[in-house]
């Protein structure tokens, strides 16, 4: 245990013997510490939620408080918090990054963060605040990799002194979850790649939100020049079959199955005749929240 958790494990033993509290003097003289270093460590008890304090006239009246200390709320925290000096060494480690790294405070305390988080990368200067703050490691436990949103906040400690607070928030399971995401996004674009057809999510309003590749060979305009734009822009044709089943998918998105043909304007001025399925979106709630429809063309 270290000196200064030696102190204030002596002090709180001594307040818990006075519940009606105890000046500075009479701390002092209990634990045979001198009055000033006695002061300071009450007051950054008192703001790390250990003692109260009552003042009555001169006199300074500290007793054990009832608030949860914050290091015990910090404890129960998923992510793992750090405080560091200005020198990114260990001096707080809260239960989760205790966990993470396998070892006690008392272990870590004064080693640098790198020293214990064990990067995969080893590339790193000396101001790490700037290289790596907002950024994603990658840390090795057990010989798993573990990925994490680093966050850096310059702070300053309660008797004055500069401290950095680190965040860790692990974040290995979104990143699978996008990297599935994106391999399920690309094989689903490769199939309706081979159709020549065009996939539009629209919303109640008529502005197009997704638009699959196929716009591409189909109309010749690429799915970020559609996305934003309202259906009708790209409609040379009649356009009423259009709006009396979208309103009647609006009052109604259980009604059957809509379908017809329709003239889309190409890129380069042509129309084309597609044929238009206009489906019910859902959200996952299964609140309406637009349509989805397939436009095929038709060569004959």
Do not use: W
């Amino acid at each position: 245990m270290s000196e200064r958790d030696s102190a204030i494990s002596d002090i709180l033993a001594l307040l818990k013997q006075h519940p009606d509290g105890l000046t500075v003097k009479k701390v002092s003289e209990g634990i045979g510490m001198n009055r000033m270093t006695v002061a300071r460590y009450l007051d950054i008890m008192r703001i790390s939620g250990y003692v109260d304090l009552v003042v009555f006239g001169q006199s300074k009246i500290y007793s054990v408080s009832e608030r949860i200390p914050i290091n015990d709320i910090l404890d129960h925290f998923s992510d793992c918090i750090v405080t560091l000096d200005e020198d990114y060494n260990i001096i707080f480690g809260n239960r989760s990054f205790l966990e993470l790294a396998g070892k006690t405070l008392d272990e870590i305390s004064g080693r640098h963060i790198f020293d214990i988080l064990n990067p995969s990368s080893k590339n790193f200067g000396s101001d790490l605040l700037y290289e790596f703050d907002n950024c994603e490691i990658s840390v090795i436990k057990d010989g798993k990799k573990i990925n994490y949103q680093l966050n850096f906040y310059k702070t300053v400690s309660m008797d004055g002194e500069k401290r950095i607070a680190v965040f860790l928030k692990d974040i290995t399971e979104l990143n699978e979850i996008k990297s599935k995401l994106a391999i399920t996004e690309k094989l689903y674009d490769n199939l309706i790649k081979g159709f020549k057809s065009i996939i539009l999510y629209i919303d109640n309003n008529g502005i197009i939100t997704y638009t699959g590749p196929g716009s591409i060979e189909v109309l010749g305009y690429s799915p970020s020049e559609m996305n934003g734009r309202n259906i009708f822009d790209f409609i040379s044709g009649d356009k009423r079959n259009v709006q009396e089943v979208l309103l009647l998918r609006k009052d109604n998105p259980d009604s059957s199955l809509s379908s017809f043909r329709t003239e889309f304007l190409s890129r380069d001025g042509s129309s084309v005749s597609l044929h238009m399925h206009i489906f019910p979106g859902y959200i996952d709630n299964s609140d309406y929240s637009g349509y989805q429809t397939l436009c095929t063309e038709i060569n004959f």
